[in-house]
C-alpha cells in the first residue's frame, strides 16, 4: 500500500511538473508572439485616409516610411512601461516644458548711425555650396560682405554639383522677390547681372574663411580698381564669428531669419505638415542624421553588417573632396563623433523618460538599411511620422528629386516642433537650433554622445540594465543641454590658427547677444520674424 502511495505521488509530481513548464512555454511565446493589428488598441488614427500609403513608389527608403500606421506591438518594453507610469504621475508636463526664456527677444533693427547702401562699386557673384543650411548660411554671410564692400549682390546660384545633385535655383527654394525687397535698405540685389557685363572679365576668389571686415575692406575692395564683377567660388565660413560691428552682426541675422523665407509653395506645404503632426499632439522633431552620406564621411559603422561597412567605404574613397579616408569607426564613437543609431535613439529617448506614444516627426532622407535599423526604435516608438506619412505622392511630387526642397520641408518642421532633437551636430542641426533660439529659446535637446555611447554600452556588456540608474544618468547629463539662454562660445583655450576659428560655435548657431537681448534693455526691437 505504501509503494502505491508513493507511486501516486510520484505520478502527481511529474504531472505538476508538466503542467508548470508548459504554462512557461506559453509565457514565453505570449511574450514574443505579434499580435494582428485586429487584435489591438489602435492608435487614433487622425489624418484623411487620402495620405495613406499602401505603395509608396515615390521614395527610395524602406517599408517603415510607408505605412500611415506603424505596426503595433502587444507590448512596450519593460523599461518604456515603466516610465510612462512615471509619465502619468506628472513628469510628462516637465518633459515637454520649454527652458526659460529669461526675456530674451530678438534685436535685428539698425543702430542710428545705419545708412541706405551706398553707390555700389560692382557686382558680387556667389556660388552657395553644399547642402541646404551650408548654403543658407553662406548666403546670410554674402549678405554682409556685400554690405562690406559695397556690392551689388546678383542673387546666388545654388549648388548642383554637391552629393545630393539637386538642379533647384534659388526661386524654387527661396522667396527671391521677398529677399530682394527685404534687404533694400541694407544691399542693393538684382536677379541677374546686367546684359552689357555677361562677358565681362571677373576676378574668381576663394575668400578666406572666418575672415574679419578688414580682409574684405583691404584685400577684397581692391579688386575694384580692375575688375567690375567679383566672383566668390564658395560661400561657407567666410566670415568671422565674431569681433564684427554690430551692424554687421544683425544684418547677418536680419538676412536668415527675416529676408531668406522658402519659396511660397514650400511655406505652405510646410504649414501643412506642421498642422497634420499637431493633430497627434505635441512633437518630437528628430534629426536621424543616420544617412547613408553622413555615415560614408563619417565613417562610422556601428550597429552596421560589414557589407554595409564596405559599401560605406567605398563611397568615402570615390568621393574626391572628401579628404579624410582611413577612419577607425570605434575610436569615432567614442569620441562622441558618430550620429546616433536609431537604436540608441530608442534608449536615450526611454531615459528621459517619453512614453511610448509620443508623436515623433523623423526629419531625415534615406535611412540607411531602412527596416532593419528603424526596428528598435519602432519598437519603443511606433508613432513615427515624416514627410511620406503625413502627405500624399500626389501633394510631395513637386518635390520629389529635389533634395534642397525636401529638406526645407524638415526644417520648417523641426523648427516649429515642441522639442527638437538632433541626432548628430551637423548643419541642419546647429541652423534648427540658432533659429529656434531666435524665436523664443524652443527646446533643442543635445545629445552628450559621448557620454551615451558609454552607457549603451554598458547595456550591450550586461553591466547596466535598462531602468531607474540608467534613466537618472541621462537626465542628469542633459539637464543642461535643453536651449536655454546663454551667450555664443568662443574659441578652445590653446588653439590657434583656423583651429582657433573651427571651435568656435558658429554664429548662427547661437545668435546671442548679437540678435538678441534682454527686454529691459535700451537698444532693441520687437521684430520676431519666423522666416
Not at 523618460?353 to 528598435?376: L, V
Request: net charge positive.
Amino acid at each position: 500500500m505504501q509503494k502505491k502511495r508513493w507511486r501516486k505521488v510520484s505520478i502527481v509530481r511529474k504531472m505538476l511538473t508538466f503542467a508548470i513548464t508548459a504554462i512557461a512555454l506559453m509565457a514565453l511565446l505570449y511574450v514574443h508572439i505579434q499580435f494582428p493589428a485586429s487584435e489591438v488598441t489602435k492608435l487614433p488614427d487622425k489624418l484623411p485616409t487620402q495620405h495613406e500609403f499602401s505603395s509608396q513608389k515615390l521614395s527610395r527608403e524602406r517599408s517603415w516610411i510607408q505605412e500611415l500606421a506603424p505596426p503595433h506591438l502587444p507590448k512596450a518594453p519593460l523599461a518604456a512601461r515603466k516610465l510612462d507610469v512615471a509619465s502619468r504621475n506628472g513628469s510628462l508636463e516637465k518633459l515637454w516644458k520649454p527652458p526659460p526664456n529669461r526675456d530674451h527677444v530678438p534685436c535685428v533693427a539698425a543702430s542710428p548711425l545705419y545708412t541706405p547702401p551706398p553707390e555700389s562699386r560692382g557686382y558680387l557673384l556667389v556660388h552657395a555650396n553644399g547642402g541646404l543650411n551650408q548654403m543658407r548660411a553662406g548666403i546670410c554671410d554674402m549678405v554682409a560682405v556685400a554690405r562690406i564692400i559695397n556690392a551689388t549682390l546678383v542673387i546666388p546660384e545654388l549648388d548642383k554639383r554637391s552629393f545630393w545633385q539637386d538642379s533647384s535655383n534659388f526661386s524654387d527654394v527661396f522667396d527671391e522677390d521677398h529677399f530682394i525687397i527685404s534687404l533694400k535698405n541694407d544691399v542693393n540685389v538684382v536677379k541677374k547681372l546686367p546684359k552689357e557685363l555677361a562677358s565681362a572679365t571677373k576676378a574668381v576668389k576663394n575668400f578666406r574663411s572666418w575672415s574679419g571686415v578688414d580682409y574684405y575692406e583691404e584685400e577684397i575692395a581692391r579688386l575694384w580698381d580692375e575688375y567690375q564683377i567679383i566672383r566668390a567660388a564658395k560661400s561657407d565660413s567666410r566670415l568671422a564669428n565674431n569681433n564684427l560691428p554690430p551692424d554687421i552682426q544683425k544684418l547677418r541675422c536680419r538676412a536668415c531669419y527675416e529676408a531668406l523665407r522658402f519659396a511660397p509653395k514650400i511655406e505652405a506645404m510646410g504649414k501643412m505638415l506642421v498642422d497634420r503632426m499637431r493633430s497627434y499632439g505635441p512633437y518630437i522633431a528628430l534629426h536621424l542624421r543616420f544617412e547613408k552620406d553622413m555615415l560614408a564621411f563619417s565613417g562610422c559603422t556601428h550597429d552596421l553588417s560589414p557589407e554595409e561597412a564596405e559599401e560605406l567605404k567605398a563611397i568615402r574613397e570615390n568621393t574626391k573632396w572628401w579628404k579624410v579616408k582611413e577612419i577607425d569607426p570605434v575610436e569615432q564613437r567614442s569620441k562622441g563623433y558618430c550620429p546616433l543609431t536609431p537604436r540608441e535613439v530608442g534608449l536615450f529617448l526611454s531615459g528621459l523618460g517619453f512614453p511610448s506614444n509620443t508623436p515623433i516627426y523623423i526629419a531625415a532622407g534615406e535611412i540607411y538599411g531602412g527596416d532593419s535599423h528603424m526596428s528598435d526604435l519602432l519598437l519603443r516608438y511606433p508613432l513615427l511620422m515624416n514627410k511620406e506619412k503625413l502627405a500624399s505622392i500626389e501633394e510631395l511630387e513637386p518635390f520629389v528629386n529635389h533634395a534642397s526642397q525636401l529638406a526645407a520641408l524638415d526644417y520648417i518642421v523641426s523648427v516649429e516642433s515642441d522639442i527638437f532633437i538632433p541626432t548628430y551636430s551637423g548643419n541642419m542641426a546647429r541652423a534648427v537650433e540658432g533659429h529656434r533660439r531666435f524665436l523664443g529659446h524652443r527646446k533643442t535637446i543635445s545629445p552628450d554622445r559621448r557620454t551615451l555611447v558609454r552607457l549603451f554600452d554598458k547595456i550591450d556588456q550586461g553591466t547596466m540594465k535598462e531602468g531607474k540608474n540608467l534613466s537618472n544618468r541621462i537626465i542628469e547629463t542633459h539637464r543642461r543641454r535643453q536651449g536655454s539662454p546663454r551667450k555664443r562660445k568662443g574659441p578652445i583655450s590653446g588653439t590657434k590658427g583656423t583651429d582657433r576659428f573651427r571651435s568656435e560655435e558658429a554664429f548662427y548657431v547661437n545668435p546671442l547677444p548679437d540678435c538678441l537681448c534682454r527686454k529691459e534693455s535700451s537698444y532693441m526691437n520687437n521684430s520676431q520674424s519666423i522666416r
